[in-house]
């Protein structure tokens, strides 16, 4: 009798915990039922790709309506971990210090895929952080898809997965096209444009951080099809957060492209603790894009002939000395055409690349500012259609 007491609570107890168990597991069928008949949940197989972004769409409505989420960037992590394996790559259509670029095929669409090399596995990280910040996604930012690491050939690839723009970058564009003035705005505008949203902080519960790029040249601009531009290549971009006054500065070796860089940074006196520094040399650069594209830019029907900043000053491959010497101590900057005289809105964006390029990075102007002084000269060149919804 004294046995059968503690055998009987013992087996009451035990009747408690499973009914508790298969009670918890039915309300878990019931859960994951309620999720498999909700379209606005994530859902991939090789037919069809669900997205919160785009509602109840295939991945072709996703890739547009992406770019106007509010939310972080890229798919959701559990999505994203298997893209390589749901990604087939097609070809290599670009190559540089980081790694390759590939366009790939992904549920019958094109995307682009940057492959790093493993050794570059700070410049992956970073890019991938940076392009998940809440906010990121505009028009004229690249379109993150996703990241993923892979083994091929028994060697670790990285992989960085967004939208595919046929047109190439903005380098390539230049070198096989020329320019009227609406097409040289549309350009110059949507480029100004997404630097504007980089280099601005908002504020909120979901607020996002400002954003400088230090890399901004004309190969790390593509050219999407409509004509205007996004930003990319996020390798050494740095962060700021006013609210915390905190700077995320990368641990990348990476210091960005000689030829464009600022006079502050090739004499070393660039302030590293004061994120307004890389603001300003951001914009330094932007200048010198700007020059590119208005070299292109036909007037009367002249034009001039693809050519990099400081292309009759410098080697192909310029070192810091090279660079220093010139934009340092000689302080020269690129040549202006003549030409351009004669053209009121080329000889204004001639005054808005010498702001930009300053010698003295304190009276550089801002993104916005050169914004709106870009938008009020197409507003007065009667060949530049200003109302165009596509201008940016």
């Given at each position: ?111 682009a895929v940057k492959i ?65 003035h609406h097409q040289m ?130 080697p192909m491959d310029p ?74």
């Amino acid at each position: 009798m004294a046995i059968l007491g503690p055998v009987i609570v013992l087996g009451m107890l035990a009747a408690v915990i499973v009914l508790f168990m298969r009670r918890n597991h039915r309300k878990k069928l019931l859960a994951a039922r309620a999720i498999q008949s909700d379209p606005d949940c994530f859902l991939a197989d090789a037919d069809l790709l669900r997205a919160t972004a785009a509602g109840d769409s295939t991945l072709r409505e996703y890739l547009d309506a992406s770019l106007t989420s509010g939310s972080g960037s890229g798919l959701p992590l559990l999505i994203q971990r298997t893209l390589a394996k749901q990604i087939s790559l097609s070809e290599c259509i670009g190559k540089g210090r980081y790694g390759e670029v590939w366009r790939g095929v992904w549920h019958g669409e094109n995307v682009a895929v940057k492959i790093f090399f493993s050794r570059d596995e700070a410049s992956w990280s970073r890019e991938t952080e940076i392009y998940s910040t809440v906010l990121l996604r505009h028009e004229n930012i690249l379109g993150y898809i996703g990241s993923d690491m892979t083994s091929r050939n028994s060697c670790t690839q990285l992989w960085l997965v967004t939208h595919y723009h046929s047109f190439g970058s903005l380098y390539d564009h230049l070198n096989r096209t020329t320019l009227n003035h609406h097409q040289m705005m549309k350009i110059c505008l949507s480029i100004v444009n997404g630097l504007v949203h980089l280099h601005t902080e908002i504020f909120g519960t979901q607020g996002k951080p400002a954003i400088a790029h230090r890399d901004i040249k004309s190969k790390n601009i593509l050219v999407k099809t409509n004509g205007t531009c996004v930003i990319a290549d996020f390798g050494l971009a740095v962060s700021y957060s006013q609210l915390s006054n905190k700077m995320d500065i990368p641990p990348n070796p990476r210091v960005g492209t000689k030829r464009y860089m600022s006079p502050e940074i090739l004499d070393e006196s660039i302030n590293m603790d004061c994120f307004e520094s890389f603001k300003k040399a951001d914009i330094y650069a932007l200048g010198l894009v700007l020059w590119e594209v208005c070299r292109r830019t036909k007037a009367n029907g002249i034009f001039e002939e693809y050519k990099a900043p400081y292309h009759d000053l410098v080697p192909m491959d310029p070192s810091f000395d090279d660079m220093r010497k010139v934009i340092c101590i000689d302080q020269q900057r690129p040549v202006l055409p003549n030409r351009w005289v004669s053209d009121s809105t080329l000889n204004a964006m001639t005054k808005v690349m010498k702001e930009c390029w300053h010698q003295n990075a304190n009276v550089r102007l801002s993104a916005l500012r050169v914004k709106k002084t870009l938008i009020k000269l197409a507003c007065a060149d009667m060949y530049i259609h200003c109302s165009d919804g596509d201008m940016m």
